[in-house]
């Protein structure tokens, strides 16, 4: 069974950095491309990233380029996104999804199929 489980999320200062991490479970990481989104109150989910399976990183979204980065630890069987720079925009709950097929990478949500739960960040003075 397809797991992703989301973690290292927390409260952080505006300036702040955190890594969240995306376990996989069921199923060995390395072979596919996953991807990372944040749901904002009262904001449509945006993507942010995603990382293919030759560890390519096809896209990040204009509001965190140059801040965030997606990484893969094969041994771990985990994807990272490193965040620094935090802004209090950022404050959203962060999820890493995956597709069956798991070849291609996608900004579109509806394109994954598998979720994890999310974690949630919040970045305040």
């Known amino acids: 069974q397809v797991q992703l489980v989301e973690s290292g999320g927390g409260l952080v200062q505006p300036g702040g950095s955190l890594r969240l991490s995306c376990a996989a479970a069921?199923?060995?990481?390395?072979?596919?491309?996953i991807g990372w989104f944040r749901r904002a109150p009262g904001k449509e989910r945006e993507g942010l990233s995603c990382?293919?399976?030759?560890?390519?990183?096809?896209y990040y979204a204009d509001s965190v380029k140059g801040r965030f980065t997606i990484s893969r630890d094969n041994a771990k069987n985990t994807v990272y996104l490193q965040m620094n720079s935090l802004k209090p925009e950022d404050t959203a709950v962060y999820f890493c999804?995956?597709?069956?097929?798991?070849?291609?990478?996608?900004?579109?949500?509806?394109?994954?199929?598998?979720w994890g739960q999310g974690t949630q960040v919040t970045v305040s003075s």
């Open positions: 069921g199923f060995t990481s390395a072979n596919y491309a």
């Open positions: 990382i293919r399976r030759d560890d390519s990183t096809t």
């Open positions: 999804a995956t597709k069956s097929n798991g070849r291609y990478c996608s900004s579109n949500g509806s394109f994954y199929d598998y």
